[in-house]
């Protein structure tokens, strides 16, 4: 069985600092091994209204502003910039992503020609975006569906239909939390995708807010194509994702516990394998015959 794509999702780990966004690649690719490293990009007029954007962080401690807006400007590249770790992806070999929130960001991505943007559960029902992404985007759209009813899922999986790109189209299982308790994080719901849709979209992946890596292989043995978890550097910085991220070492675990699982789920070629050949000639019981003496 070929081993799910990993995303190591960046989001707004890297703190607004490029370096650090730089670094996070380089160890996703390089140390972790991950299939890809995926970013953000919000337009932050325009997702929040005016009371929201000049409101206080709600958590003072992980605060970069003075007010939410503030904040989540201190954390958000440019074009510019997302076109740079692009550059970067490319260059080491892991495939660049981002998560859109909203149409300008949506505009401003798809020119980069990366191979998948990703839609997070908030904006799965915003429908002009995903519109214009099935009109004007040639690449993979990954869709979470986190905080979303069933019949919200089925009218987005028939929205790509009628638009032609449902081929195109990945769905993640996914709870909305930060960190998900392992009773919330139902991963059965991962198999009810895979029997409704399975025909239908390009691929069914798992997106995963809890803690640890076990989740991670059961997820795979239940039919995920995709595994995505967020993934930082170091837990304790500054940030509300951070808590909720693998660290470094923790990512290059689950690629590895994911890759030998993926390698162990096959049915034996024969009745006895090769390598037990050995082991039956000289331990199978062999009932003895009886001497005449």
Request: charged share 30%; aromatic share 8%.
């Amino acid at each position: 069985m070929e081993r799910p794509k990993i995303i190591a999702e960046i989001g707004c780990n890297h703190k607004g600092d490029m370096e650090i966004a730089k670094e996070l690649i380089k160890v996703a690719k390089i140390f972790c091994k991950a299939d890809v490293a995926k970013f953000q990009k919000r337009n932050n007029r325009e997702l929040l209204t005016e009371d929201q954007y000049n409101a206080p962080h709600p958590n003072p401690a992980n605060a970069y502003g003075d007010t939410y807006g503030a904040h989540r400007e201190f954390l958000e590249f440019t074009a510019d910039q997302h076109k740079e770790l692009k550059d970067f992806c490319d260059d080491l070999g892991i495939i660049y992503s981002t998560s859109v929130w909203d149409l300008t960001s949506a505009k401003e991505i798809a020119p980069l020609n990366p191979d998948l943007i990703k839609i997070p559960s908030a904006c799965n029902n915003n429908y002009e975006m995903l519109g214009w992404l099935a009109d004007n985007y040639q690449g993979e759209i990954h869709v979470s569906t986190g905080m979303t009813t069933k019949d919200e899922i089925e009218d987005l999986v028939e929205f790509f239909v009628t638009k032609g790109r449902n081929k195109d189209l990945v769905v993640y299982s996914c709870t909305s939390g930060y960190p998900v308790p392992f009773e919330d994080v139902c991963l059965l719901e991962i198999q009810t995708l895979k029997e409704k849709y399975g025909e239908k979209v390009k691929a069914i992946g798992f997106s995963g807010h809890h803690l640890g890596i076990a989740i991670d292989v059961a997820a795979l043995t239940l039919g995920a194509e995709w595994i995505e978890r967020h993934y930082t550097l170091d837990r304790t910085w500054k940030g509300t994702d951070h808590s909720a991220s693998l660290e470094p070492d923790g990512l290059r675990r689950l690629v590895r516990d994911l890759d030998a699982t993926s390698k162990a789920l096959s049915y034996k070629k024969k009745e006895v394998l090769d390598i037990e050949d050995v082991q039956r000639e000289k331990l199978k019981y062999r009932k003895q015959e009886k001497s005449n003496n």
